[in-house]
């Protein structure tokens, strides 16, 4: 595909295609697709939905595997796994404020009768959620009592985190190469430690130490803006629920040019609607320029059948989310009276993009997965709701192409060693300090951020707040982190197309 671009440039795609099969990822994406239907919708609606995912999924498992990952790919990509891992908080801890809520609803869907309904504030409540991340753990743990919640879901994390570094690593083509993607991609992110440095000087408020923070609510405290995108290290070891899921689905459409792969890219894309809607808002253009790319491949029957399945879940999971749906997402509607903003949204651009930027350099305009990626991330911040995490979340997936596109560019310019070093060097320098003072504000619990008085923005309570313990229950998550939150998770009604708890 090419278009005229700007000063006598393509708009075309600069990086080879990739004939790969993902049978694993998918997999990974619709086991718990295939549980949230035959444990939580009416019965004749489960078993329509896990037979065409099933028939999906084996019409993949009949084409001719191509490509397969090498073993040193699979080798680093289980080290890099481990190491988040580790610095999410396991074995024992201390985790992100969001683990909060992720030992809670998995303690719930792991000993209540599904669906759940929970009486919380003297009122029975439904839970309501993209529920992805902990069914297949949840399941787990009622099928065999012996597996602990706690190994069930990491076990099922550190295999999501694994498939996301197999599909970066297959991006070298030496063991260098391969041990450098992955590297490149734990420590890749925004300016945000220089950023949030220099607004406090500007606000004159305290010093803040370099190591020990967790910067990336940096605009919101110089803006008062819901307003953050998340580096990838914050984003797996925050809410592993959603990012998994949504660079699995990045991957699906980036890296899937065999014949029939825009079949397995649309099934991935609507299965991500039970893993994080956000995601499936920032890659939708990725996701509209591949089928339009290849729309002739939705005249064969067989991707016909993984298309229907995909937006079959899809319509489902949106008819049971919209149940009491809260608001506080997008608002469309405030585009026009936000256009005062765009010098702080240029500045929140400037700092959370410059690294890539850096390396892609005329190539983030030329590419036109770079572009379309580009231009959601600068749009996104002026649909920004009541809170961050349209900006947050939606922001994941065309960060991961810009990432991904980093890396190759990185590989493709290292025969050109010096006209490559010196933009790499910069950008490393920028947003290095951000992944190292997030490693060690998880692995100490979050201690530096207890010299700020709560009216500092660095003493707010979710930044001093980490999960102690595993055995949180739903009482206590909305006890600990506010009943405000209790809309996004729960409704008085009974979600649209679940079958009755009595059942």
């Known amino acids: 595909m090419v278009t005229p671009g700007l000063d006598g440039y393509e708009i075309r795609h600069l990086y080879p295609s990739r004939a790969t099969t993902h049978r694993l990822e998918i997999a990974y994406l619709a086991l718990p697709a295939v549980v949230f239907a035959l444990g939580f919708l009416e019965w004749w609606v489960g078993i329509a939905v896990a037979l065409l995912l099933s028939a999906g999924y084996v019409l993949m498992l009949l084409e001719r595997s191509e490509r397969p990952s090498g073993t040193w790919t699979v080798y680093v990509a289980v080290c890099a796994a481990t190491a988040v891992m580790v610095l999410a908080g396991f074995p024992s801890g201390p985790f992100a404020w969001d683990w909060i809520k992720h030992w809670a609803l998995v303690n719930a869907l ?6 759940v309904m929970l009486k919380l504030n003297g009122t029975e409540q439904h839970l309501r959620f993209y529920l992805g991340g902990y069914l297949v753990p949840a399941l787990s743990h009622k099928l065999l009592p012996a597996i602990s919640l706690h190994f069930a879901l990491g076990a099922w994390f550190f295999g999501g985190f694994v498939l996301v570094f197999r599909s970066v690593c297959t991006l070298g083509a030496t063991r260098w190469q391969v041990i450098a993607a992955a590297i490149f991609f734990l420590v890749f992110g925004g300016a945000d430690a220089f950023a949030e440095h220099v607004t406090r000087g500007l606000q004159k408020l305290p010093a803040a130490p370099w190591l020990g923070i967790h910067y990336e609510a940096w605009a919101a405290n110089a803006f008062g803006l819901p307003l953050e995108f998340s580096s990838f290290l914050t984003a797996l070891v925050w809410v592993p629920h959603q990012s998994i899921a949504t660079f699995l689905v990045g991957g699906l459409i980036l890296f ?114 770079c572009l379309i990626s580009l231009a959601t991330l600068l749009v996104l911040p002026l649909l920004h709701g009541q809170t961050p995490d349209l900006v947050m979340r939606a922001s994941m997936g065309p960060l991961f192409v810009l990432g991904v596109r980093s890396i190759q560019t990185i590989f493709q310019e290292s025969r050109n060693s010096l006209r490559a070093l010196m933009p790499l060097v910069l950008a490393l320098c920028l947003c290095i300090p951000s992944a190292a003072s997030e490693a060690v504000y998880i692995h100490t619990g979050a201690k530096a951020h207890t010299i700020f008085d709560s009216h500092d923005p660095l003493g707010q309570k979710w930044l001093r707040t980490v999960a102690t313990r595993e055995t949180y229950n739903v009482q206590e998550f909305f006890e600990t982190c506010g009943w405000d939150f209790l809309p996004q998770y729960f409704s008085k009604e009974k979600p649209h197309l679940t079958r009755s708890s009595k059942e």
């Open 110 to 115: 792991g000993t209540e009768p599904w669906p």
């Open 256 to 369: 899937n040019d065999r014949k029939s792969g825009v079949g397995a890219a649309a099934l991935g894309y609507g299965l991500l609607a039970l893993w994080s809607p956000y995601g499936m808002i920032g890659l939708l253009p990725l996701m509209l320029l591949r089928a339009w790319e290849k729309r002739r491949e939705f005249l064969e029957w067989r991707t016909m059948i993984q298309v229907l399945a995909g937006v079959v879940i899809a319509l489902c999971m949106i008819d049971y989310l919209s149940t009491e749906l809260p608001s506080g997402g997008a608002c469309f509607s405030c585009l026009p009276n936000r256009l005062h903003l765009i010098p702080e949204l240029f500045l929140f651009s400037a700092v959370e993009l410059s690294v890539f930027a850096l390396i892609l350099r005329k190539r983030i305009m030329q590419d036109i997965t």
